[in-house]
């Protein structure tokens, strides 16, 4: 299994980042995928999910309304796009997924919002 983020950088307040994960080493579109983050000096939380058809998604009520989580399940591949984000939003976002009795992820992507 392997998860591979990009898609991260720096970004005013206000502004939108698209993050992307391509996955390989599994049947993609027979599991679902999640969005975590994790800020200087605090634990990784889980920002977003989305099941394996995409039919159903779950946020965080810190970015319901400005995030979206997406997925191709064509291209092995989920988003998550960002807009109105805040400096509260600068962090490492990680990719993940839960098969085969554990959570794999990937290797994170930093989002810092500053002016």
């Known amino acids: 299994v392997q998860l591979v983020e990009s898609g991260g950088g720096l970004v005013q307040p206000g502004g939108s980042l698209r993050l992307s994960c391509a996955a390989s080493?599994?049947?993609?579109?027979?599991?679902?995928m999640s969005w975590y983050r994790q800020a200087p000096g605090k634990e990784r939380a889980l920002v977003t999910s989305?099941?394996?058809?995409?039919?159903?998604?779950t946020y965080a009520d810190s970015v319901k309304g400005r995030f979206t989580i997406s997925r191709d399940n064509a291209k092995n591949t989920v988003y998550l796009q960002m807009n109105s984000l805040k400096a509260e939003d600068t962090a490492v976002y990680y990719c993940s997924t839960f098969l085969w009795f554990r959570t794999y992820w990937g290797q994170g992507t930093q989002v810092t919002v500053s002016s």
């Open positions: 989305i099941s394996n058809t995409g039919g159903s998604t």
């Open positions: 080493g599994f049947t993609f579109s027979s599991y679902g």
